[in-house]
Structure formats: structure tokens, C-alpha cells
């Protein structure tokens, strides 16, 4: 997993590229998601529509697209691109063949997670209290354990987390008030 997309590339369903501490994943479910160790920063907002790849075009678009048509882009066409770039600053740019940005996600931070930073866990004094214990969640009409994920942790990958501490077999099976554990 590198940190580039070239003109010609894709990405297809879980794959990534990877700068620094952060990630730009297509996921399974067609959302394309920026997240760095603790969450989600930035997404398409493209799940469930059937997304199966994203193209660095050579007509200088970034589009990802379902079997038959697009579904989201940069609206850079007719750009000369050249890369699309995971910064180690959390910032995703498509940059021209001039090395200009011709596009960004705007995500970028004066505070990068630096990857050789190992992240910083206070130990809990003797009479402090305790890590919260899991929660509990009542399925409500409509729910789906990515649903779920999304709400509580940022992130519908984690679907199987809730399944495994919730003994669930079949996470596409849950039942309306059916209470689950949040780990």
C-alpha cells in the first residue's frame, strides 16, 4: 500500500493507500473514507450506492463509479493531473503535471500523528476510575449493525465487533429491540 494514485489507477472495493498515520480506503460499501487512528476525518458520503472502484482518469478526474456510471468526482476533468496524494499532513491533493494542487480534501492539520509517535495511553492511578465498561444498544426499526458501527465508533467496518460481543451469527439478521454490546 503506497501513498499514490497515478493517472490510470484504481482503487477497488478495500483497498487503500496509506500516508503517514492516515488512510484513504474505498470501502466495501462504496464510501470512500480518510481516517486516521481515532476516526473517520473525511468522506464521500457514497455507501450503499453501489460503488465498485475509484479511477484517477486521464482526462484529470478522480471519479469513483458503480458497474455503469459515476457516482462522485473531483470535477477536475479537462485538468493535466497527474497524482493523487495520501499527505503524511492528513491532506488528500490531486496534483497536476506542473506539481500544483488542483484539488484537496482540505483535511490537512498543523498537528500531524507522526507514525514513529507512539500514541500516548494515561494509566489510570489507583483510585481513579476504571475504562468505561461496553455499552448496550436497542435495535431500533431501520438499524443495520454498519449503521450501528457508524454511530458509535465512526467507522461501519467495525459492524463485526458489535456481532462477535453481541454473539450475532449473521450480522444481516438483527431484530427491532434486540439489545446489543457495544465493546
Same mark, same amino acid.
Given at each position: ?26 470501502? !466495501? ?8 487512528? /481515532? #476516526?473517520?476525518? &473525511? $468522506?464521500? @458520503? =457514497? ?41 503524511? !499532513? ?8 506542473? /506539481? #500544483?494542487?488542483? &484539488? $484537496?480534501? @482540505? =483535511? ?51 459492524? /463485526?465487533?458489535?456481532?462477535? $460481543? ?18
Amino acid at each position: 500500500m503506497g501513498d499514490t494514485l497515478y493517472v490510470g489507477d484504481e482503487l477497488g472495493l478495500g483497498q487503500s493507500l496509506q500516508g503517514g498515520a492516515y488512510t484513504l480506503t474505498l470501502q !466495501d460499501d462504496g464510501n470512500l473514507v480518510l481516517s486516521e487512528p /481515532g #476516526g473517520v476525518v &473525511w $468522506a464521500t @458520503d =457514497t455507501h450503499d450506492q453501489g460503488v465498485q472502484r475509484a479511477v484517477l482518469q486521464d482526462d484529470g478526474n478522480f471519479v469513483l463509479y458503480t458497474d455503469d456510471s459515476a457516482v462522485w468526482a473531483t470535477d477536475t476533468n479537462g485538468e493535466d493531473v497527474d497524482r493523487l496524494v495520501v499527505q503524511d !499532513d492528513r491532506n488528500v491533493v490531486l496534483y497536476g503535471k506542473d /506539481g #500544483g494542487p488542483l &484539488w $484537496a480534501s @482540505d =483535511t490537512n492539520t498543523d498537528d500531524p500523528i507522526a507514525v514513529d509517535d507512539p500514541i500516548a495511553v494515561d494509566e489510570p492511578e489507583d483510585d481513579a476510575p476504571s475504562a468505561p465498561e461496553s455499552r448496550t444498544y436497542t435495535v431500533e426499526p431501520g438499524d443495520t449493525l454498519w449503521d450501528i458501527a457508524e454511530r458509535f465508533y465512526g467507522d461501519g467496518n467495525r459492524y /463485526g465487533d458489535i456481532a462477535a $460481543a453481541s454473539g450475532i451469527d449473521d450480522p444481516d439478521v438483527i431484530d427491532v429491540g434486540q439489545v446489543l454490546t457495544i465493546p
